[in-house]
Structure formats: structure tokens, C-alpha cells
């Protein structure tokens, strides 16, 4: 069953060029508009986790990921959308442009599908440290090749790093005669910072130099008066087209009442967005936030759900807050405990840090972890069920971090999935179960299946 439901949802795409060691620029307008006091909530286009955890700690809340590669679906990628979007705040959605080639500019593709699917305004954000003319070519080059299903959401376009104000009148002349964008002004060098070191800001360190830095940064933007345009940028946030979206709907009558699922909540737990949060809240559950920092009593809980993220670093607080590690313990009696991507390790018998040294595990499972620098790729994966009798009609997708592995030889554990890397030939087993535990290495998209988490969480 399914009912459709049309949403009016401010929204607009920061698609900038980057550099890998800097902030991105769409970052930087994005925190200087919520100091001129609009509310933001944060999406990262493509999977991108020093990103998600940046934005987490900038905005005070996890971002959502969007990708179309993990939600293929268009039906699931708008139902995820507009279950994390918000009427009353600017929703911005956070890409990278594309690549670059011989001063060319090749649109990212999981940027080009989300704007379309979305039909959300895209403002591109074009790099310009030498010549306006060499930046004006580069321009119109990126705007001609542009596939037409994207074209029409582009009104506006913002540059960073331009020389002087001299230099971006002479661009912004020479790109309005051939184009009808309008040119939002432009991010001068002096404003940007250098990207907070990943360990730094999973750590909770945001009130380190670098981020208290940038936050002084963008309130020096936003006072440079007719910089940059913000009115107009909130204007096509605002103008977006309504979303008509196919909602979700599940028979949940076998649950013979509203299931408690408590989300542990910690920014080392934030690199895999607030997506299965979201599907939780959707499927009807009544999700309850466990906050690291916090003393409470969680003994009424069915479920508790731990997120990706570095383990290591959340179990530092951990170990101080006691009726949170009470409550892993008491779940295990009555309910379920559901452990995925880098938080598992910490749960084992013993794990390894990046530098080697060996830790005592916290002993739920009966396997021994590894970590790696937090810095590597993230590989697309399908997962399906082993067992025959488990499957629900189609796998789920999600993503290997790389940086983090289980070992299970010689332990007793049973696997629940096999996961395939895209273009690997052999299957990894995972999805451990022990007892009313279960621990994966693999960050799954429940979006992807939704009926898979309603039975999980059954």
C-alpha cells in the first residue's frame, strides 16, 4: 500500500569545485547563512564520511546522505528525502561539482541524479584564482555540456578565490553575456580555512581552532555587505518546486505495540548520516536519542541501534557514562542490540587501534576488531541474506568503509549476509549474530529495503 503526499520543501544544491585540503566553499555560505539566522539542515550528496562528520559538528545535528548509487529506487531516494527534509529550514544539499580536466569541468553524476530526481536548484560554485577570462571559458564550457535534465535548475551561479573585485566584474560581464545566471557574488581567498584534521572532529573537538576559525570566517563573510547575495540564494531555496512522493507503508500489524528503539547518539557515530534514523521514525518505531553525555535510565528499550562510526573514539566516553553501558547489557536480556560499520570493533573481545596497539573489547561478541586510518575509500557493496528462509524478495545496498574489519575465525558466530563489492568476484561473509547481538562491518542503506529493517527490528 502506498499513498501520495505533495511537500513544499526549501531546498538548494551547494555544488562547488574543491580543493581537498580546504573547507568547502558551500560549507562556508552555508554556516554564514546560519549566522544571519536561517536554520539549516545538512545533506551530503554521494558518500563522502569526513564530510558527514563535519557538518555534524557544524550544525549540531547528523546530516542525511543521499546518493543514488546506494537508493537506485527514485521512490525511496524522494521518501528519504522528504522524511529528513524540514518546511521551516533551509534544507541545503552539499556536492562536489564534478571533475576537472584541462580546464573542463565534468558534472558529478550522483550530483547530476539527485538534482533531477529531487528537482532541487543547483548553485555552482566555481573556483577563480587567475585570470576572469580563463574562469569565464571554463564556465560557459561546463554550461554547454551540461545534460539537459539538469540545465533548468541552475538560475544562479557563486565563485570562490577570485583576485579582486576588479577581476569578478569582468567576469561576471563576460559569463552574463552568453548565459542568463545570475552571479551571486563571490567567496574571497582570505575567508578560507583548512579542513580540521578527520580524528579532530569525531573527537568533539569543535571547539578547536580551526572550526572556531571558520565560524569567525563566515561571519566575516556575512558582514561584507552585497558580497554575496544571500537573499537571492534563499529566494531559489525557497522557489523550489513541491515534491509529489510516493510514501511509505507497511503492514506493522503483527507488533503488538509501538517498539522502543534507543539510537546512540555521539559525534565518532555520525560518518553514516541519520538515513536509518529517519527509516525507523518512518516505519512508526519510537525512536529514543541516547545521548554519550547524558545519565539516564534506558531499562524500557526493545532495541538498541548503534551507528557507524569510530568506535574507538565513542568508547572513550562510554566507559564514563555507566547506565549507557547498563543498557547494552539489559537490551541483550529482553530485546535486540544492532551494531554496523566502525562502532562493531569496540564490541569484540579485544581490537587493534591504527598504530597497533591492542585494546580489551567490551566483550558482546566473540571476535576481535581492526581499525586503519580513518582516511580510506568507501566501496559500494550488495548484501543478501545466506539463509533462504531470511530473504525478503531483493538485497540491500550499502557501503564497505574500508578502514575498519571483523575477525571471526575460529570464533562462534553465525553470519547473517554475504557482501559483494562492486567488480570483486568473491563474497565476504558478515552480519554476525551472537545471541540477541548483531554486528556488522558493512554500513547498510535500510532504504535501499525497507521490509529489511521492519523484520530486524521485529
Known amino acids: 500500500m502506498s499513498d501520495n503526499k505533495t511537500f513544499s520543501m526549501p531546498r538548494v544544491i551547494f555544488a562547488d569545485e574543491r580543493d581537498e585540503s580546504l573547507i568547502p566553499p558551500g560549507v562556508i555560505m552555508a554556516i554564514a547563512l546560519q549566522q544571519a539566522g536561517y536554520k539549516i539542515k ?74 533531477e530526481q529531487l528537482k532541487c536548484p543547483i548553485i555552482p560554485v566555481f573556483f577563480s584564482s587567475g585570470s576572469s577570462a580563463i574562469t569565464a ?6 554550461a554547454r555540456q551540461l545534460p539537459n535534465s539538469i540545465s533548468n535548475l541552475i538560475k544562479a551561479v557563486a565563485f570562490s578565490s577570485v583576485l ?21 557574488g563571490y567567496i574571497p581567498g582570505f575567508i578560507f580555512k583548512q579542513k580540521p584534521d578527520f580524528l579532530s572532529i569525531v573527537g568533539q573537538l569543535s571547539g578547536n581552532r580551526s572550526l572556531l576559525s571558520l565560524k569567525t570566517a563566515a561571519a566575516r563573510l556575512i558582514a561584507m555587505e552585497r558580497q554575496i547575495e544571500w537573499e537571492v540564494i534563499v529566494a531559489h531555496a525557497r522557489g523550489a518546486p513541491q515534491l509529489n512522493v510516493e510514501m511509505l507503508e507497511f503492514d506493522i500489524s503483527y507488533r503488538s505495540d509501538k517498539r522502543k528503539v534507543g539510537v546512540v547518539h555521539h559525534p565518532a557515530l555520525a560518518l553514516g548520516g541519520d538515513n536509518n534514523e529517519k527509516l525507523l521514525v518512518a516505519l512508526g518505531y519510537d525512536v529514543i536519542s541516547l545521548p554519550y553525555d547524558e545519565i539516564t535510565n534506558y531499562s524500557d528499550l526493545d532495541f538498541i541501534y548503534v551507528p557507524h562510526g569510530v568506535g574507538y573514539v565513542f568508547m572513550k566516553d562510554l566507559v564514563e557514562n555507566h547506565s549507557l553501558a547498563k543498557a547494552f547489557s539489559s537490551v541483550l536480556v529482553k530485546g535486540k542490540l544492532l551494531i554496523e560499520g566502525g562502532s562493531s570493533p569496540i564490541f569484540g573481545e579485544s581490537f587493534f587501534l591504527p598504530n597497533g596497539d591492542q585494546i580489551r573489547g567490551l566483550s558482546f561478541f566473540p571476535f576481535k576488531g581492526y581499525y586503519a586510518e580513518s582516511s ?38 553465525m553470519p547473517t549476509w554475504t557482501v559483494k563489492q562492486e567488480g570483486s568476484q568473491a563474497p565476504i561473509e558478515d552480519g554476525w549474530v551472537y545471541g540477541n547481538a548483531s554486528a556488522f562491518a558493512v554500513k547498510p542503506e535500510f532504504w535501499s529495503n525497507p521490509e529489511i529493517m521492519l523484520k530486524m527490528f521485529s
Open 137 to 142: 571559458r571554463r564556465v560557459l564550457e561546463f
Open 42 to 115: 545538512p545533506f551530503v550528496v554521494g558518500i563522502d564520511e569526513h564530510m558527514t562528520a563535519l557538518l555534524h559538528v557544524l550544525f549540531g545535528e547528523r546530516a542525511t546522505v543521499l546518493d543514488s548509487l546506494l537508493l537506485e529506487n527514485i521512490h525511496r531516494l524522494k521518501q528519504l528525502f522528504v522524511t529528513a527534509a524540514r518546511e521551516d529550514h533551509l534544507n541545503i544539499l552539499f556536492a562536489p561539482l564534478g571533475s576537472c580536466s584541462e580546464e573542463k569541468i565534468k558534472v558529478n553524476p550522483v550530483l547530476e541524479s539527485v538534482a
Open 164 to 184: 579582486n573585485p576588479r577581476e569578478y566584474q569582468l567576469l561576471e560581464i563576460s559569463v552574463g553575456r552568453e548565459l542568463s545566471w545570475t552571479a551571486l
Open 376 to 413: 580510506g575509500p568507501c566501496h559500494k557493496v550488495n548484501i543478501d541474506h545466506i539463509s533462504s528462509e531470511k530473504r525478503t524478495g531483493k538485497s540491500l545496498s550499502g557501503y564497505w568503509p574500508t578502514w575498519v574489519k571483523l575477525e571471526v575465525k575460529g570464533f562462534n558466530c
